[in-house]
């Protein structure tokens, strides 16, 4: 069964730091790994769409890797800002989730906190 | 482009009521989802539709049921709200199956006293 972690579970961090966060899945057999970003009481906005085929998608100040043989993804975030600060999920899309076809298997995400 | 909608925003349900949450999408998605996002515990899926007409069970359908009459709408369905229910759900939709992305609605939180 898939299961993906995020490490940390939490992280603060000063203004203009540049900073990682981790992502790991247990089967490689995935189509695709998606980054999103959640606000308290707010719903999901993707970030960045990683196709198995690739191993990287950049957008503004965000970069995130995949490395699909070994299971990890990771999400850089350069110049971190106060408004950065949220909830990053991981979720990758598996080719065979016991037939409910395009699921996507969540990690329990990384608590984000950018100080001025 | 509104993308998907879900409404009510918030709610607050007593033990045995019914409800439905909807869901609408305006992108031409062909599959929708239905998951629920407890703290701590990350989104599990209850329900998901890979068309009109076809719905199947997701992680912990439990509880729950839905329809999917058009291609826009799907709503999830509360017979008999229990305390265990009370959780934040979020409707979502893509394109197809394989290399196709998500989109998110904006949550339902529910609450069952």
């Known amino acids: 069964k898939q299961e993906v972690t995020q490490i940390p579970a939490a992280l603060s961090v000063p203004e203009g730091e540049n900073l990682v966060l981790n992502c790991s899945f247990t089967?490689?057999?995935?189509?695709?790994l998606q980054w999103f970003r959640q606000d308290p009481g707010k719903g999901l906005t993707s970030l960045l769409l990683?196709?198995?085929?690739?191993r990287e998608q950049t957008s503004g100040r965000l970069n995130a890797s995949l490395d699909k043989s070994s299971g990890r993804s990771t999400l850089y975030i350069a110049a971190s800002q106060p408004g950065d600060s949220a909830t990053y999920l991981c979720?990758?899309?598996?080719?065979?989730?016991?037939?409910?076809?395009?699921?996507?298997?969540f990690g329990k995400g990384t608590k984000l906190s950018v100080k001025p | 482009n509104a993308g998907v909608t879900q409404t009510p925003k918030f709610r607050i349900l007593k033990i045995g009521q019914s409800m439905t949450l909807q869901c609408t999408q305006d992108?031409?998605?062909?599959?929708m989802y239905w998951y629920r996002q407890d703290p701590g515990m990350g989104l599990k899926l209850i329900y998901y539709?890979?068309?009109?007409?076809?719905?199947d069970k997701g992680e912990v359908p439990n509880g729950y049921n839905v329809s999917r009459s058009t291609t826009e709408d799907f709503p999830l369905r509360l017979e008999l709200a229990a305390p265990s229910q009370t959780s934040v759900y979020f409707c979502?939709?893509?394109?197809?199956?394989?290399?196709?992305?998500?989109?998110f609605g904006s949550g339902t939180r529910l609450t069952v006293v």
């Open positions: 992108m031409n998605h062909n599959y």
């Open positions: 089967d490689s057999a995935i189509y695709n």
């Open positions: 979720a990758v899309r598996p080719q065979d989730y016991g037939g409910s076809q395009g699921n996507l298997i």
């Open positions: 979502a939709s893509s394109y197809a199956g394989g290399n196709y992305g998500y989109t």
């Open positions: 539709s890979v068309g009109a007409g076809i719905t």
């Open positions: 990683i196709q198995s085929s690739q």
